[in-house]
């Protein structure tokens, strides 16, 4: 507790020093460094991870710092270089932090969200405890392919840290989150009220796009999704080159900056070729007439120049996921349907155009994405026509308060490419619900608020930027003044009428943890018996797959999958590989049978057995028994005294084999 305390308030020091070291040298506003300070420390850890060596990334970021102090210091120039910190937006971010770090140390929150036990919180544990980009840990982790740009950020906040801390996580990821509304409030000067004002908007911005109902719990600030930092990253790099366009050091921010963005999640990609776009729209489109030739070849060789670092991380990490796992990140679909990414934007293309004849998949699905900008709500107005309609209207005033030039045309250009960026967008996921979702899932546009709603809040985040930029200059500036003020106090109205929550990150009740701390007590009576090569299949009768991903993420092994459907190895059986298994007689799973468990599996014991020989699993743990468990299953492997029902204690059972026989075996310490 107390080190990873202090290892957040180590990381904030360093960000601040290489903050006002930067900030110093470009003679610019130190809180537009510190989110590109962050994702550079990602991106510095991810190639040295690549080399095997991410420890060494570690201690050279932080040395590095230390070594900076001790330079700046046999200067006497260290006071002069803290002095930059003294702005308005690097106050908020640093303030926001800390406040961040204060209450979760206070409140301990834990994960509960299902996709962190699946990738995002596990791929974090991970790659802190084992020392290694997450594809090359031993552990539970299926989606060793994701991308681990936010992975990297935990380990950068936790590196003195002994273990991992899942509350200290969720500070990592809030701490980023404000240093991109802190880029953005930049763009205000060094007025006070203005920033806070901004600040306020651009940390409301979740709730908007992803408050709950009313009386229900938040978890925005409390999750390591990589949503979320998705599109502030991808809207504060736009905003970062608003504010530096005309510094030297612009190039190399955004070069990082990018490089961060490929790295969050798979879809970081498209979303930084979207800022590279809209970045050399606005630097080719909102210059003078005169010498625009000349201009066109240098925006063109500065796109080029970004787009080389993305489709580098791009192309490494997907190497580096071949090497460790076999797995092909090139390839969508599965099974017979399975077919490379360029095939499928090829076929998809062919499709849209007309020039081949559509499945009846792609025009079910085709018909849904073009009505979802209304029909799927995105944001608290609702769908996201209304979404790009409120940033429109932030745009306007930045238009009227700019009476003329660069100023007045920049919000033109950003409104023009931003949706057309946005279209073609939608259009890419028209190709992925087609091509890389089974049926049901694509007819429901599974997760579409995920998928789409970072681009807009990304969006809406570069409108507030130049809504920033135009309320400290010129004529009208007071009228964009005005503007954000009202942005805000919607957002506070919307909220407080439309999702304001029970509880969130500040209150969010422990109750919601008593399955997992279940879980953690009970994997932790068995985990010194364990080795990260044990692979160890669960029987958790009933369970819904909740419990299965507790135990992935708490057990120091290896958590066996399972099979579906019903039979295993013999002519006619129908199965398929699962999760968590719900083990029922056949003969009461007969046809107008009601169910015996949801998401059961049909299995006798000699299915259970072939099922064993083939997939070689080293331990048993039963979590959950019932009569099947303990009067048919358990004495076919040699186990006659298992209870017919949940015990204190977990049972650890170690599978032996020989020839076509399998035995159970109660692991000394682990029997209940």
């Known amino acids: ?43 510095w850890l991810c190639l040295w991870g690549f080399l095997g060596l991410l420890p060494v990334g570690g201690w050279l970021f932080y040395l590095g710092a230390a070594a900076l102090v ?33 209450v979760f140390a206070i409140t301990r929150p834990e994960f509960a969200q299902n996709d962190e036990f699946t990738l995002w919180g596990s791929a974090a544990k991970l790659t802190k405890l084992q020392n290694v980009l997450h594809p090359a840990a031993h552990g539970n982790l299926l989606a ?23 509350w200290s996580a969720y500070f990592a990821y809030d701490a980023m989150l404000a240093a991109a509304v802190a880029a953005m409030a930049a763009l205000a000067g060094k007025r006070w009220s203005g920033t806070l004002v901004l600040a306020g908007c651009g940390f409301l ?108 991380f791009y192309l490494g990490w997907t190497r580096y996921v071949a090497a460790m796992t076999g797995a092909d990140k090139t390839t969508v679909g599965s099974g017979d349907a399975a077919m490379s990414q360029g095939a499928a934007i090829l076929s998809g293309v062919r499709q849209l155009l007309r020039l081949e004849e559509p499945t009846e998949k792609f025009t079910q699905v085709s018909a849904l994405m073009l009505k ?68 049901p899932e694509a007819l429901q546009l599974k997760d579409y608020i995920r998928y789409i709603g970072p681009y807009y809040l990304g969006f809406f985040l570069m409108a507030l930027g130049l809504l920033a930029r135009a309320g400290f200059g010129g004529a009208w500036a007071k009228l964009a003044r005005m503007a954000a003020v009202g942005v805000l106090a919607v957002f506070c109205v919307l909220i407080g009428w439309r999702g304001v929550p029970a509880a969130g990150f500040w209150n969010y009740p422990h109750v919601v943890y008593a399955v997992r701390d279940d879980v953690k007590e009970r994997a932790g009576q068995v985990n010194d018996l364990l080795d990260w090569d ?50 029922v007689d056949p003969a009461r799973a007969q046809e107008g049978m009601p169910e015996v468990y949801p998401y059961q599996t049909v299995c006798t014991a000699d299915d259970l057995r072939l099922f064993l020989l083939d997939k070689r699993y080293t331990h048993i743990l039963i979590d959950e028994s019932d009569d099947y468990i303990a009067g048919t299953i ?6 006659d005294d298992l209870p017919d029902r949940r015990t204190d204690s977990v049972i650890l059972l170690r599978v032996e084999y020989e020839g076509d026989t399998v035995r159970w075996v109660r692991e000394e310490g682990g029997a209940a």
């Open 372 to 439: 979802s900008p209304v029909s799927v709500p995105v944001c608290l107005l609702g769908g996201g026509a209304l979404a790009l309609a409120a940033i429109f209207l932030v745009l306007a005033v930045v238009f009227l308060a700019r009476k003329e030039g660069e100023e007045r045309r920049r919000p033109v250009v950003l409104a023009v490419f931003g949706t057309l960026a946005l279209v073609a967008f939608l259009v890419f996921h028209l190709f992925l619900y087609v091509f890389n979702f089974k049926d």
């Open 634 to 639: 358990g004495p076919a492997f040699g186990i």
């Open 205 to 312: 911005l979740p709730y908007f796009f992803s408050a709950p109902s009313v009386g229900e719990l938040s978890t925005v600030y409390l999750s390591v999704l990589g949503d979320l930092p998705l599109g502030f990253v991808f809207g504060a790099t736009v905003c970062l080159y608003f504010a530096l366009k005309e510094k030297k050091c612009c190039l190399p921010v955004l070069l990082v900056q990018v490089s961060f963005l490929t790295l969050i999640k798979d879809m970081g990609l498209a979303y930084a070729l979207i800022a590279v776009g809209l970045i050399c729209a606005d630097a080719l489109l909102t210059g003078p007439l005169a010498g625009f030739g000349r201009r066109l070849a240098k925006v063109v060789g500065g796109g080029v120049l970004l787009a080389v670092p993305v489709a580098g």
């Open 534 to 583: 044990d692979t160890v299949l669960l029987i958790s009768q009933g369970d819904d797959a909740t419990r299965w991903n507790y135990f992935g993420y708490d057990l120091n092994a290896t958590l066996a999958r399972g099979f579906g459907g019903f039979g295993y190895g013999h002519e006619g059986d129908w199965s398929w590989d699962t999760t968590h298994m719900n083990l």
């Open 70 to 102: 001790a330079v700046l210091l046999a200067r006497r120039q260290l006071a002069e270089t803290l002095e930059t910190l003294f702005t308005p937006a690097f106050g908020v971010f640093l303030a926001a932090s800390v406040f961040f770090l204060v």
């Open 1 to 43: 507790m107390v080190m990873v305390t202090i290892s957040g308030f180590l990381t904030l020091a360093a960000i601040g020093l290489y903050s006002a070291f930067l900030a110093r040298l470009c003679r610019a506003d130190a809180a537009l460094f510190a989110l590109p300070v962050i994702g550079g420390g990602a991106v």
């Open 144 to 166: 060793k392919a994701s991308n681990p740009g936010m992975m990297l950020v935990v380990y950068l906040f936790q590196f003195f840290s002994a273990g991992f801390s899942e």
